[in-house]
Every structure is written in C-alpha cells, then in structure tokens.
C-alpha cells in the first residue's frame, strides 16, 4: 500500500477547521460500536494530523476532539506510542487553552512578597 500524502496551503487550514474537519477525525479515533479500537494506522494519522493543524481554543471546544485524545491518555488498551502521541497532543493544547509559552525563557518566576512584620 503506497501511503497519500497531500499538503494544505496554510491560508486554508483555518478554512478547513471552521468546516469541521476535527469533528471528522473525532468521528475516526472513537470507539467503533463494538467497543473496539480503530487500528493503529488510523490512529497513528489521525494523531499526527491533529499535531500538524494551527488548532485554536475554540476549535477544540466545539468539535469535541479534546476529550477524545484526553481518553487516548487515560484508557489501558491504548498502545503505548499512541498515548505518548496524545499526551503530546493534551500538554500543547492544554498550554493552548491556559495561555502558556512553551517557551520557558518565556516564563516569569513565581513572586512572593515578604514582610518582615509577619514573620
């Protein structure tokens, strides 16, 4: 099997995610109705499309595809790449959501303020 590969012209992205593209990969990395897992490879693209995609705050809030990875991280019959993948996924977006730099130059120390009189 020769493996698709296409590319997005990133003016399109956003484009592509107000049409509801997570919804759709939502749709393919849930739980068939059998209980049963889509196979590895559905897995393995999906995330790997989830991680390439500029996702914002609100994308993730109405498709839903959050809570799906976050079970991607959570459940025992997940295969032990795949929820490295995810939790990859839950830590960029959770930074996402919380307004967070990865970049820890970035980052400012926590300031405490003392006094004397209260020791």
């Known amino acids: 099997m020769v493996p698709l590969t296409f590319r997005i012209s990133k003016h399109l992205h956003d484009a592509i995610l ?3 593209l997570l ?3 939502r749709q393919w990395l ?3 109705p059998d209980r049963s ?5 559905i897995q393995s693209e999906m995330l790997d499309v989830l991680d390439k ?8 809030r ?3 595809v959050g809570k799906i990875v976050y079970f991607y991280t959570k459940s025992p019959r997940i295969e032990p790449t795949m929820k490295r993948k995810a939790d990859q996924l ?3 977006w959770s930074r996402l959501v919380i307004k967070r730099s990865e970049n820890y130059k970035e980052r400012r120390p926590a300031v405490q303020e003392y006094r ?3 020791a």
């Open 18 to 20: 107000d049409n509801g």
């Open 23 to 25: 919804e759709v990969i």
């Open 30 to 32: 849930e739980p068939l």
């Open 37 to 41: 897992l889509p196979s590895l490879d």
């Open 53 to 60: 995609l500029p996702i914002a705050g609100d994308h993730l």
């Open 62 to 64: 109405e498709s839903g």
């Open 90 to 92: 839950v830590a960029k």
């Open 116 to 118: 004397q009189e209260d």
